[in-house]
């Protein structure tokens, strides 16, 4: 996966009945791999697949539900696909979960809980050879008051977990977490402040999907109107170097980008 001169599109397949979007939609197999074939004709890069709501006040489930839920998707996406499809994305933070995904044909794993709440996740993506797209979370925990700082504090034994596990960096990806225990005010600061992460030299993933903080700043109360104002998000953070968009609407990310990376792509030749 080449990162770096072209932005790329990562789009979501929930796999559940109440993720905060569409939920339900693509909970039956069938659905799911018309989905992630759409997305593909769309311009997604990567599917990112995901059997457990990581929406605030979400109701557990356990992890034989998840991985009933997800991993027909994966072989089946596998076999439709075969070594010509997309890259495929486990959005999980069990090991187990992480392991059979992996060997359905998944070739990242997508820790909400940036490999802190089941650390043995980190060698299972080791032996596998996997990338992992680290999470940073401000649930469960005090936060730092300045949001950068939280970044870092949140990152860095997260980042000495991988390394011990023996992920390269060349396999580690980070996800500043927009959403997740952030208010309106700290998400927009996130945003505005977003290159002081590259700090850390490390590819960025985005997920501002339809948040919360976006229908507060546009108005939109529903959440499949907040595309736009998604769209908006990804042109600012892609421009703030920001290089993996993590999406519902693949097609209006994808046609936006398209304008960011030209801008960038002129802005390095005038270099």
């Given amino acids: ?14 796999v559940t009945p109440d993720s905060f979007s569409d939920g339900g939609r693509n909970l039956e197999t069938d659905n799911a791999v018309e ?3 759409q997305m593909v004709a769309d311009g997604a890069d990567i599917i990112d697949i995901g059997g457990e709501s990581t929406r605030p006040g979400a109701d557990p489930v356990s992890p034989d539900a998840e991985q009933a839920r997800i991993l027909p998707v994966f072989r089946a996406l596998a076999e439709a696909f075969g070594d010509d499809g997309p890259f495929l994305s486990v959005d999980t933070y069990r090991a187990e ?7 359905a044909g998944a070739h990242i794993v997508n820790d909400v809980w940036g490999l802190r709440r089941e650390p043995e996740i980190a060698r299972v993506a080791a032996e596998a050879k996997a990338a992992v797209i680290i999470m940073h979370t401000g ?3 005090d936060k730092l008051p300045d949001v950068i ?7 860095e034994p997260s980042l000495d977990i991988a390394a011990k596990a023996c992920i390269g960096r060349d396999r580690v990806l980070l ?3 927009f959403g997740f225990a952030k208010d309106t005010a700290e998400n927009v600061e996130l945003m505005a402040r977003m290159a002081e992460l590259n700090l850390l ?3 960025i993933v985005a997920g501002t999907s339809r948040k919360r903080f976006i229908g507060a700043l546009t108005g939109r109360e529903a959440a499949d109107e907040r595309d736009t104002g998604t769209a908006a998000t990804s042109v600012m953070l892609r421009l703030a170097g920001a290089a993996i968009f993590r999406v519902h609407d693949v097609k209006s990310n ?3 980008l398209a304008v960011a990376d030209a801008v960038i792509a002129q802005t390095m030749r005038g270099q």
């Fill in 175 to 177: 996800d500043p977490g």
């Fill in 139 to 141: 649930r469960k925990r």
């Fill in 149 to 155: 700082a939280d970044q870092f504090h949140w990152f």
């Fill in 97 to 103: 979960t992480a392991r059979l995904a992996l060997e």
């Fill in 35 to 37: 989905a992630a074939r």
């Fill in 201 to 203: 030299g490390l590819p």
């Fill in 254 to 256: 994808r046609d936006a």
């Fill in 1 to 14: 996966m080449e990162i770096g001169p072209k932005s790329l599109v990562m789009g979501i397949l929930n």
